[in-house]
C-alpha cells in the first residue's frame, strides 16, 4: 500500500489544490495536465479523478479556492497597513505592492486565466467575474468606511486602477504601476499619497 492511500480526502484536495494553484499559476491552464497536477500533488490518478471529476472542475475548485484564500491575504494585508496608520483605500495599493514585489508574481490568477480562452467555461468566468466583483465590494467598504462622503464611482473606479496596475506590474515587472495607481487613487479621495 502506497503512503498516498493513507491520506484523508481533505488532506489530498488540498494538495491538488496546491499543486494546481503553483502550476496554474507558472505556466497557465492550457499548459499543465491533469498528470503533472497528480505528480507534485503526490495523488493518485484515480484519487484526483474521484476529487475532481475533469480539467474543468479542477479549475473551478482552484479558482473557487484562489479567491478565498487570496482574498483573505489581502483583507489582512490591507489591514495590517491600515493599523501602521494607512489610509484604507490607499493601503490596498501598498498591500499590492508587496504581493507584486514577491518572487515567482505572474500578474492576476483571474485575469491571466480569462484569458485563456479555450480552457476555461463560462462557469471559470462567472467566478472570475465574482472575484472582481468582491474585490470591488471590498474596497467599497474600506473606502465608505474612511470617506463616508466618497461618490458612488469610486469603488469600481479603485478596481479598475487594481487591474491596470496589476497587469502593468506583470508586464513591466516593476512596482511603479502600483505606485502611479495609488498616486492617482489619492487624488481621488483628495489626500496625500
Same mark, same amino acid.
Given at each position: 500500500?502506497?503512503?498516498?492511500?493513507?491520506?484523508?480526502? @481533505?488532506? #489530498?484536495?488540498? %494538495?491538488?489544490? *496546491? !499543486?494546481?494553484?503553483?502550476?496554474?499559476?507558472?505556466? $497557465?491552464?492550457? &499548459?499543465?495536465?491533469?498528470?503533472?497536477?497528480?505528480?507534485?500533488?503526490?495523488?493518485?490518478?484515480?484519487?484526483?479523478?474521484?476529487?475532481?471529476?475533469?480539467?474543468?472542475?479542477?479549475?473551478?475548485?482552484?479558482?473557487?479556492?484562489?479567491?478565498?484564500?487570496?482574498?483573505?491575504?489581502?483583507?489582512?494585508?490591507?489591514?495590517?497597513?491600515?493599523?501602521?496608520? @494607512?489610509? #484604507?483605500?490607499? %493601503?490596498?495599493? *501598498? !498591500?499590492?505592492?508587496?504581493?507584486?514585489?514577491?518572487? $515567482?508574481?505572474? &500578474?492576476?490568477?483571474?485575469?491571466?486565466?480569462?484569458?485563456?480562452?479555450?480552457?476555461?467555461?463560462?462557469?471559470?468566468?462567472?467566478?472570475?467575474?465574482?472575484?472582481?466583483?468582491?474585490?470591488?465590494?471590498?474596497?467599497?467598504?474600506?473606502?465608505?468606511?474612511?470617506?463616508?462622503?466618497?461618490?458612488?464611482?469610486?469603488?469600481?473606479?479603485?478596481?479598475?486602477?487594481?487591474?491596470?496596475?496589476?497587469?502593468?506590474?506583470?508586464?513591466?515587472?516593476?512596482?511603479?504601476?502600483?505606485?502611479?495607481?495609488?498616486?492617482?487613487?489619492?487624488?481621488?479621495?483628495?489626500?496625500?499619497?
Amino acid at each position: 500500500m502506497s503512503p498516498a492511500t493513507n491520506v484523508t480526502p @481533505a488532506v #489530498a484536495e488540498r %494538495a491538488v489544490l *496546491d !499543486a494546481a494553484d503553483a502550476m496554474f499559476y507558472e505556466r $497557465g491552464i492550457a &499548459g499543465v495536465t491533469m498528470s503533472e497536477i497528480r505528480d507534485a500533488a503526490g495523488v493518485s490518478m484515480r484519487r484526483l479523478y474521484s476529487l475532481y471529476p475533469s480539467k474543468s472542475d479542477l479549475v473551478t475548485g482552484w479558482l473557487q479556492d484562489r479567491h478565498t484564500r487570496w482574498m483573505a491575504w489581502f483583507a489582512g494585508s490591507v489591514e495590517r497597513h491600515v493599523r501602521q496608520g @494607512a489610509d #484604507a483605500v490607499l %493601503a490596498t495599493f *501598498d !498591500a499590492l505592492e508587496e504581493w507584486v514585489a514577491s518572487p $515567482g508574481y505572474r &500578474g492576476c490568477a483571474f485575469l491571466n486565466s480569462i484569458a485563456e480562452t479555450d480552457a476555461i467555461n463560462d462557469v471559470h468566468r462567472t467566478i472570475i467575474a465574482d472575484h472582481k466583483q468582491a474585490l470591488v465590494e471590498h474596497v467599497a467598504t474600506l473606502a465608505f468606511a474612511d470617506h463616508p462622503d466618497a461618490p458612488a464611482w469610486l469603488p469600481p473606479a479603485i478596481g479598475v486602477l487594481i487591474d491596470g496596475a496589476i497587469v502593468r506590474s506583470a508586464v513591466f515587472n516593476t512596482t511603479a504601476p502600483i505606485a502611479a495607481a495609488r498616486s492617482a487613487a489619492a487624488h481621488l479621495i483628495g489626500v496625500t499619497a
